[in-house]
């Protein structure tokens, strides 16, 4: 692939700005957890659209208008990259963000990366992902994939048992092993070399997949495929964060429950301070 060169940004961008992040709720929070553990330093605005959520089941020109507003309060705040850690934004949006992005910031999404993975170290055979009806209902995958390698065929089965799972605990037990089980033994999945993790959701219980196959499918996980893509880019473009003293990262909400806040604690691994921020007044 031509590499691109993104130089032209850099009278705009410094290091020492932030990550901007976002999703439709918490989900998006395993992108944050894989960005902060591969680059510790990097300071990270996380806005969750907390009072939209899901966004899986609402229309494009919805999606499109939270995501350019929050899009909007990032850039406020000095992002130098803007990264849509959600799948049904990243299918519905991603092209309107980085239009109204500009120059102003580099606009990531989470399933370009793993289509140039899937392109970069598999061909000639079955790939297999799960996600929410949403996702693979719209063929995002399917579509990119086939425009970047002809010779994959993808095997797509909606899990939509699996978000809610997760969000209620429902991990690393016999009844979320029970439910995975239930879905990966689907024949829509057979025969497939590696399996992608169409949901931001679904890093909490890639143990469980992985055991499941216990070595026979490579489990990718879309939120560290989009973190070595990021760090790639900003080590490409001189704008890795050289101050070792952060700023402190920040986690925005649209809506606030302090039940919510002690669930982010499952997705980023630690517990986070939220804070409200309303997007329409």
Not at 52 to 58: I, N
Not at 83 to 109: D, M, P, Q, R, T
Not at 180 to 190: A, T
């Amino acid at each position: 692939m031509r590499k691109m060169n993104f130089s032209y940004l850099h009278h705009l961008m410094k290091s020492s700005d932030p990550i901007g992040i976002f999703d439709s709720g918490i989900g998006g929070m395993t992108v944050a957890r894989a960005v902060k553990d591969l680059m510790p330093d990097e300071q990270i605005i996380y806005f969750g659209d907390t009072a939209h959520l899901p966004y899986g089941d609402k229309s494009a020109a919805a999606i499109q208008a939270y995501s350019v507003k929050i899009t909007d309060v990032l850039i406020q705040r000095g992002c130098k990259v803007i990264l849509i850690a959600c799948n049904s934004a990243s299918a519905a949006a991603f092209e309107l963000v980085k239009e109204y992005a500009g120059k102003k910031a580099k606009v990531f999404n989470v399933i370009d990366p793993v289509v140039a993975y899937i392109r970069e170290n598999y061909q000639k055979t079955s790939i297999g992902l799960i996600g929410t009806k949403q996702t693979v209902n719209s063929m995002v995958y399917q579509n990119k994939i086939e425009e970047s390698s002809n010779s994959v065929k993808l095997k797509a089965l909606a899990t939509p048992l699996l978000v809610p799972m997760i969000e209620e605990g429902f991990i690393n037990n016999h009844i979320s092993e029970e439910i995975i089980h239930q879905y990966l033994v689907n024949d829509q999945l057979k025969d497939i070399e590696a399996l992608i993790l169409g949901c931001t959701h679904y890093p909490l219980i890639k143990k469980e997949i992985a055991g499941y196959y216990a070595g026979r499918v490579e489990v990718i996980d879309s939120s560290v495929t989009v973190a070595k893509a990021l760090k790639a880019y900003l080590e490409y473009n001189n704008l890795v964060r050289s101050n070792k003293q952060s700023n402190g990262d920040h986690f925005l909400v649209s809506d606030f429950t302090e039940s919510f806040e002690a669930t982010t604690k499952l997705f980023f691994k630690e517990l986070v301070h939220l804070e409200k921020y309303t997007l329409w007044e």
